[in-house]
């Protein structure tokens, strides 16, 4: 059986139905209101959103919604994150629970605070 390549979240939500999919535009809202000027791209064929690099990929599954806000995002929250399950790379919500909004929002909000400070720190090219 071949794989769908997404090409865009727009493409990647509609496969969705139910609470999956409630989930899914829910997460959408949250990412994009904590980092409105991101670009939404398709990455390892997941949504992600970008600002000077990746700020944090999400998917869709049977029982649960992914959120993979890299490495350093995990490590930073992972206190507030024993009501879930995780590991070094993701966190998994629940599709019996509302989505945890400001957590995700603060996720969201430290990664771009991340990223732009490793851009600023990059030295210009043709200067």
Known sequence: ME??????TDEYIA????????HLKKMRSIVR???PEAK????????AVFQDGVLVYYAGYKNHIGLYP???GIEYFKEQFADYKWSKGAIQFPLDRPLPEQLITD???FRLTENREKAQLKPKKGK
Do not use: H, Q
């Open 15 to 22: 496969t969705f139905s139910g609470d999956v999919l409630r």
């Open 70 to 72: 890299t490495g350093s």
């Open 107 to 109: 996720i969201v909000r």
């Open 40 to 47: 939404e791209v398709i990455s390892y064929n997941m949504p």
């Open 33 to 35: 209101k904590a980092a």
């Open 3 to 8: 794989r769908v390549k997404f090409e865009t």
